[in-house]
């Protein structure tokens, strides 16, 4: 079993910015972030991947979000810039692979106009 320990959310104002971190209870492959806004299906956020760090982004927030990890720490960060009222989420921490995915207890998110 792997723990997923997220931290980072809150309120901000259109505009800022924030960090999200999750730290994981041992190395796994595959890092990430979704969120899932009220009402709407959880999305991919952001992807990173050990060894050579390749990232994955969605089209929503490629240019203001990046995602990093420093793998002897187990931790994936979620840097946010520019923030936007639709970037208001609950955003969940992933691991590990299809059939074998591991989820944090989400952290909120909420940009104000």
């Known amino acids: 079993q792997v723990q997923l320990v997220e931290s980072g959310g809150g309120l901000v104002q259109f505009g800022g910015s924030l960090r999200l971190s999750c730290a994981a209870s041992?190395?796994?492959?595959?890092m990430g972030w979704y969120r899932q806004a009220p009402g709407k299906q959880r999305e991919l956020v952001a992807t990173?991947?050990?060894?050579?760090?390749?990232?994955n982004y969605a089209d929503s927030v490629k240019g203001r979000f990046t995602i990093s990890r420093d793998n002897a720490k187990n931790t994936v960060y979620l840097q946010m810039n520019s923030l936007k009222p639709e970037d208001t989420a609950v955003y969940y921490c992933?691991?590990?692979?299809?059939?074998?995915?591991?989820w944090g207890q989400g952290t909120q998110v909420t940009v104000s106009s």
């Open positions: 992933n691991a590990g692979v299809p059939g074998h995915e591991y």
């Open positions: 041992r190395t796994l492959f595959r």
């Open positions: 990173i991947t050990s060894g050579c760090g390749t990232t």
